[in-house]
C-alpha cells in the first residue's frame, strides 16, 4: 500500500481540467442498467406502482376489498411481488390536501404474480382517508400506490417455527395473507391464530379462514369474542389475555408471537405478554399506523397548548402553519396542504425523516423508533411527533 504522505496533492489539481472537460463533453441523461441486479430491484422496489380497481367486494357495513390491477396506461405492467404481510401506502388528494395511507395486503403473494393485490379497508369513524376510498373507491378508478414495504412479516433467522398470531378486527389482513402463503407453500411456519371479534356474525374473512384451516394442517384458527351471548362450538369468550395464549401456545417449545390490530389492543395484549416473559425478538407488532390522542398516554407532559405554530422549511420555499397539538406533525402538515414523504405514518420505515430545528416534541414510547444519531443531529419523524411547542422544521421534498 502507497505511503500517503507521499502522494502530491499538485498532481491531482493538475488533473482537475481534463476532470472538468470530461464532465461537460459528456451528456446529460441518466445513464441506463440492463444486468439482471438492476432490473430485479426495479421490479420488486419501483418507486411507485400505477394501479386500478377491478373490484369491490362489499364486507358488511363498514368494511370493503379493493382488488388492484396494474394499469398499464400508465406505465405499471406487472406488480412487484412481496412476502405476506407487507402494506401498500396509497397515495390521494382530498380537496387539494396530499395524505398517504398505509393498509396491509390481505392478498396471498403469489397473487402479485397473476397481477392482483386487495386491500381490505375498515371504515374509520371519523377518518378522513377512508371514508373517502369508501365514497370514491369504484371500478376503474386510478390508484396510486408505493411498492409493498414493512417489516411485519416471518424470518426463518429471527422467529420461532411456532408463531401465535393475535389479530383484532381489521388487523386480520396480514395474517389472512400469510396463512395463505402456508397454504401455497411459500412460507414454512405453523400459524395458530387467535382472532379478537365482537360477535360471530361481524368476523371479517370467517369462510376464507376456514378453508385455508381446511385445507393446510399448519394453520389453527380460534375465534375470540368479546361480546357474544351464544355458546358456539370452537371458540372462546372474553378478550386475549395470557392465560388464552398459553393455553394454545406449544409446551417446552419456543414460539413467536405477531400483533395486528387497533391501538387499544396492542396496550392491552402487550401488557398480558409481559406475564409470559417471552425473549423480546420473540414479540412483533405490525405498524400502529396512525396515533391517535397522544395526551392519553402516561408520559405525556402537562401544560401542552391546544394550538401551535409550526414554520416549515423546505428546499427553498418557507412555509408557516397551525394545527392543534392533538394531531402529530405530519396531519398538521397535510392539512395545511403541505406535502410529506411519508408511507408508514408510525415512525418505522423513517421515510419521512426530518430535521427539528427549534422546538419541544413528544413521541409515543412505542413509536420511538430514532437512531442515537438522530438525537444527536436532532432528527425526527414527523409522522409519530406530536408538537408540544411552536416548531421550526426541515423536511424532505415529497416525490
Request: glycine share 6%; net charge negative.
Amino acid at each position: 500500500m502507497a505511503n500517503l504522505k507521499k502522494l502530491k496533492g499538485l498532481k491531482f489539481i493538475k488533473m482537475l481540467p481534463d476532470r472538468q472537460a470530461r464532465f461537460e463533453s459528456a451528456k446529460a441523461e441518466v445513464p441506463s442498467f440492463s444486468d439482471n441486479a438492476t432490473a430485479l430491484a426495479r421490479a420488486l422496489h419501483p418507486k411507485c406502482q400505477h394501479l386500478k380497481i377491478a373490484q369491490v367486494i362489499e364486507r358488511g357495513e363498514d368494511c370493503k376489498s379493493f382488488v388492484l390491477v396494474p394499469d398499464a396506461e400508465k406505465g405499471t405492467t406487472q406488480l412487484a411481488y412481496f412476502g405476506a404481510g407487507k402494506y401498500l401506502t396509497v397515495f390521494e388528494e382530498i380537496e387539494g390536501m396530499p395524505v398517504t395511507r398505509a393498509y396491509s395486503i390481505s392478498s396471498s403473494p403469489k397473487d402479485s404474480l397473476e397481477g392482483r393485490y386487495v386491500l381490505t379497508i375498515k371504515l374509520v369513524e371519523g377518518g378522513l382517508v377512508s371514508r373517502f376510498i369508501f365514497d370514491n373507491w369504484t371500478v376503474g378508478r386510478a390508484v396510486k400506490a408505493s411498492a409493498p414495504a414493512g417489516n411485519f412479516e416471518y424470518q426463518e433467522l429471527r422467529d420461532a417455527k411456532k408463531v401465535i398470531c393475535i389479530a383484532g378486527g381489521s388487523g386480520i389482513t396480514p395474517f389472512l395473507s400469510m396463512a395463505n402463503a402456508i397454504a401455497d407453500g411459500d412460507e414454512d411456519f405453523s400459524m395458530t391464530l387467535l382472532y379478537g371479534s365482537r360477535n360471530y356474525e361481524n368476523i371479517l374473512f370467517r369462510d376464507e379462514l376456514a378453508e385455508l384451516e381446511k385445507k393446510c394442517d399448519k394453520i389453527k384458527v380460534i375465534h375470540v369474542l368479546s361480546a357474544e351471548d351464544k355458546e358456539i362450538e370452537g371458540t372462546e369468550k372474553g378478550f386475549i389475555t395470557a392465560e388464552l395464549i398459553k393455553k394454545y401456545a406449544p409446551e417446552n417449545e419456543e414460539y413467536s408471537v405477531f400483533l395486528c390490530g387497533p391501538q387499544q389492543m396492542y396496550e392491552f395484549v402487550d401488557k398480558e405478554l409481559e406475564k409470559l416473559n417471552l425473549p423480546k425478538k420473540f414479540i412483533r407488532h405490525e405498524m400502529f399506523g396512525e396515533f391517535h390522542n397522544p395526551a392519553s398516554q402516561e408520559d405525556y407532559p402537562q401544560g401542552v397548548p391546544e394550538k401551535v405554530k409550526i414554520t416549515v422549511k423546505c428546499q427553498d420555499e418557507t412555509f408557516t402553519v397551525e394545527g392543534s397539538t392533538g394531531d402529530s406533525v405530519v396531519q398538521i402538515l397535510e392539512k395545511g396542504k403541505i406535502a410529506v414523504p411519508t408511507r408508514c405514518r408510525s415512525g418505522e420505515c423513517g421515510f419521512c425523516h426530518s430535521h427539528l430545528l427549534s422546538g419541544k416534541i413528544y413521541v409515543p414510547e412505542k413509536l420511538e423508533f430514532r437512531r442515537l444519531a438522530d438525537y444527536k443531529f436532532d432528527c425526527f419523524h414527523p409522522c409519530s411527533s406530536f408538537p408540544l411547542t411552536d416548531l421550526e422544521i426541515e423536511i424532505p421534498a415529497a416525490k
